[in-house]
């Protein structure tokens, strides 16, 4: 994979087509639909995530990306369709779809990170509390957490700020830590939903440049919300939607 920077010098990633069909698909979603009562928001989405790879899914409000984006993360059950997901160990198959609300809960935590437009940080915690939880829930040691947290944070230029609440922290160092709680774990996929909607330009852009390093040389896929062009034009894909059905892919 090679990397660009754009006119204003942002780094932006480089993926050709011809690469991306070289390499396994790390997630698939096969005619995903979701009905709320008698409203369909998505109708026959599919996708694949190829490693490496970042995606913007673009439309208007009310087009069904956030649902895309909640059914292919599991967050919530499509009504049909299947969402299938490579095994890193063995190159097995996973099928979201199939998995109880519990155990898709218990398969997110494992497998994917999340970074939303608010971050969703628990402001009772400290900063490397947030980004050591996920650590604990699967099973990993208090101090052994805090110690990689605080890595993770080192590593995103948040030293000296781990034992600082989340309102302590301006909104790019907060969504930073939100960076570093998806990152700490390893995931598969990070699915970032309008991470820059509520940053100033400048802010945005540091935050949109730690969103897609986080590819780099990864074994990962990144997908990202948005309304803003620019954020698109930075990623390797474009996913647009309009209607509840993918309009386009560029």
Not at 97 to 105: E, G, Q, V
């Amino acid at each position: 994979m090679s990397t660009t920077t754009d006119p204003e010098g942002h780094r932006r990633s480089e993926l050709s087509t011809a690469e991306r069909q070289t390499r396994d698909w790390l997630l698939r979603a096969e005619n995903v639909s979701k009905a709320f009562g008698q409203t369909q928001v998505l109708t026959e989405a599919s996708l694949d995530l190829y490693p490496e790879e970042a995606v913007a899914i673009m439309g208007p409000s009310g087009s069904g990306k956030s649902t895309l984006l909640h059914a292919v993360a599991g967050i919530i059950a499509a009504d049909e369709g299947k969402v299938i997901l490579r095994r890193p160990d063995d190159g097995g198959i996973d099928d979201i779809t199939t998995l109880s609300d519990a155990k898709r809960s218990a398969f997110r935590l494992h497998r994917f990170g999340f970074v939303f437009q608010q971050g969703m940080l628990i402001p009772e915690l400290t900063a490397v509390e947030n980004v050591a939880l996920p650590l604990m829930l699967l099973g990993t040691g208090m101090a052994a957490a805090v110690l990689q947290a605080n890595a993770e944070l080192h590593r995103l230029g948040l030293l000296g700020l781990g034992d600082r609440r989340i309102g302590q922290l301006s909104g790019g160092q907060a969504q930073r830590v939100a960076i570093a709680r998806a990152l700490v774990t390893d995931p598969t996929i990070i699915f970032a939903d309008e991470p820059t909607g509520s940053l100033d330009s400048r802010t945005a852009d540091e935050v949109l440049d730690e969103l897609l390093a986080s590819n780099d040389g990864a074994d990962r896929a990144l997908v990202i919300v948005t309304h803003d062009e620019r954020v698109a034009a930075r990623c390797d894909r474009t996913v647009r939607l309009l209607d509840g059905r993918i309009e386009a892919t560029r």
